[in-house]
């Protein structure tokens, strides 16, 4: 079955280290994206791609990069993690009409930076 | 820009109970408007969907319906059980943004 991942599902990491989470999925659709998710914000979009080598800012796309190898790979790095990062993320596909297909997610990362 | 506005949580009812999560919209254009349901320790899963106005869009016993008049799309069920206990959260796709717009989420418990 069709199915997408996500790596790590928990990381600890220190303030000012790179930090790199994957994104796998299997579906072989065109658009990625990453949200995460904090109490009392819902999932805010940080980076989306439409495909290969298309890659896009969302509304909170400081401090993160993301970049588009592949058909089933969109991993999301931050650059200089801070505390502020600390949150869970999660990744999500979907075919090509976003507005009437649906979006498949990740199980999510949970982040942790002190 | 375009938004979505869900009532507060958390919601807490007792097996069997009537639930209504109201969810209000902001939008240019015409967006399709989508429920995401969130179970403990998973991702989100789409719960159901309608992508013009008066769909109503139905799945596991909820059902929602787009009013476009009074820019809503409230999620219903008749009879919540304890399995129900999720947060879910209401979204938007605009023509020409080709991503969604969430709403913050509502938390429901449902006790036997």
């Known amino acids: 079955d069709a199915e997408i991942t996500q790596s790590p599902r928990h990381k600890i990491t220190e303030t000012g280290r790179q930090v790199t989470l994957a994104c796998h999925q299997t579906?072989?659709?065109?658009?990625m994206f990453w949200y995460r998710q904090d109490l009392g914000h819902g999932l805010r979009l940080i980076h989306y791609?439409?495909?290969?080598?298309?890659?896009n800012k969302g509304e909170v796309s400081d401090g993160y990069s993301v970049s588009r190898s592949n058909t089933e790979d969109l991993p999301l790095t931050l650059e200089s993690a801070a505390s502020s990062q600390t949150s869970v993320y999660f990744c999500?596909?979907?075919?090509?009409?976003?507005?009437?297909?649906?979006?498949?997610f990740g199980p999510g990362t949970r982040l942790t930076v002190l | 820009g375009d938004s979505v506005t869900q009532m507060e949580g958390p919601v807490t009812l007792s097996e069997e109970a009537c639930l209504t999560i109201n969810c209000t919209y902001t939008a240019t254009g015409y967006p399709s408007l989508f429920w995401y349901v969130q179970y403990p320790g998973e991702g989100l899963q789409l719960l159901l969907k309608a992508t013009k106005a008066d769909d109503k869009g139905s799945n596991k016993g909820f059902e929602a319906t787009y009013r476009k008049e009074t820019t809503s799309f409230h999620l219903e069920k008749g009879s919540v059980q304890v399995s129900d206990s999720a947060v879910y959260f209401c979204?938007?796709?605009?023509?020409?943004?080709?991503?969604?717009?969430f709403g913050a989420g509502t938390r429901l418990a449902v006790h036997p």
């Open positions: 979204a938007l796709s605009d023509r020409g943004y080709n991503k969604l717009i």
């Open positions: 791609s439409y495909g290969v080598q298309d890659t």
């Open positions: 999500a596909s979907s075919d090509r009409d976003t507005r009437t297909d649906t979006q498949y």
């Open positions: 579906w072989n659709h065109n658009n």
